[in-house]
């Protein structure tokens, strides 16, 4: 049967997801997974899901909630296996939100779970090639298309299907699939989001970052390359390379804000590519002043460098509340602006009579910053010089990052000094793109730039519509 599914307006940005797999037999992988989830939890956190692979079936247990609240001892008992893939997600609220949850779990000619982070561009037309093939779904995400392709294929076995499916994807997908034949890892061929290999002992397993190695014990080994797919099993690694990308393209946002900063990115480590931006921020764009703030934590190793480069003393001018969900991936402007207030709290006795420097990684809708700005001045400071250790955004991303849309970005249809009036602050400068580039030790050719510069990597420039189009075609098998 099939029914018609509420559509809610998008607001916010979203589906910042994040990925885990382990194929270790003699291991609690479950838990393993649960302690790798923890460690991605600022890539989603309205819902998490594990799904283990025991004795030829698969085990699923997906919620909405933090992973932490999700999973509890006697659900992670419950899921034995010598497999698993988890998934943190970031999404909208609403009434298909759980059924939006990860890992999807299909079992239509092979049984499957499967976890993605990304954003298909051609979803619009593989769901409907799937419907007309009589294939239902019960969710809106462009993930379960994914699912929906290698579970209704007919190879006899899920690694040819799968290797069958990548060519068809367009856009970005960074996905892990688990069946009772094995585990497997693949990347889009522009490689627009992180997947990373670890060795835990003698078996293998596969993050969006590396962070998720380090709190199990696991050690990095490389990257997924681009168009690669990778089987975790029995006797070890597979890989092939299964589509060859003309243009790689990396998210250089990643480098900036999305990882961890205790996450290797092609190579680096975040902290330090974030400190270097701040370095170069400084010799963009220097200023006279008494003391150099971060807006924690974001803009803590941006501002550690501005400080470094400076010579000026850097404080804590501003207290985060940590157990506040960071505002970037709230959906709504109201709800972001009554948490603020939540989130930080000014030093009087700190910023008083000082001509301050605000460090940050970034700024999209400006409500945080322009609150920040006011909160400082209304505890003495004297200036507030803002600095970004990024260029302006001005366009939306279309590869799984949703960025509010083009109207609601400050830096849209503005200067820097218009922008500057906007939030109130003294000065504003942002980091160069090619100070950027210089700080990640990286060349355009190989990344996306395109929320900073318009200039999108891949063809088709129409995913956004095609990962909303799902929810406004509205149509999920109930
Ligand atoms: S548009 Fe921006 S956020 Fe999206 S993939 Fe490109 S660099 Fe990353």
Redesign the pocket.
Known sequence: MTSTNPILPREGPRDECGVFGVYAPESDVARLTYFALYALQHRGQESAGIATVDGGEIVATRELGLVAQVFDEPKLRALPGTMAIGHVRYSTTGSSAWENAQPIHRSDRHNVALAHNGNLINAVELHAELRERGVGFRSTSDSEIIAALISTHEADRVEDAIEDVIPRLEGAFSTVVMSPEGLFGFRDGAG?RPLALGRLGDRYCIASESCAFDIIGAELMREVQPGELVGLGERGIRTSQVVESERQAF???EHIYFARPDSQLEGRLTQLSRRKMGEILWREAPVEADLIIAVPDSGNPAANGYAQASGIAKDDGLIKNRYVARTFIQPGQELRRHGLRMKFNPLPEIVGGKRIVVVDDSIVRGNTTRQIIGMLRDAGANEVHLRISAPPIRHP?H???D?STRQEMIAHDRSVEEVARELGADSLAYLSLRGLYEAIGADRSTH????FTGDYPLERTDGARGKFALEELAVVQS
């Open positions: 627009l998210c250089v946002f991303c590869y799984g990052i960025m996306c730039d395109a929320c």
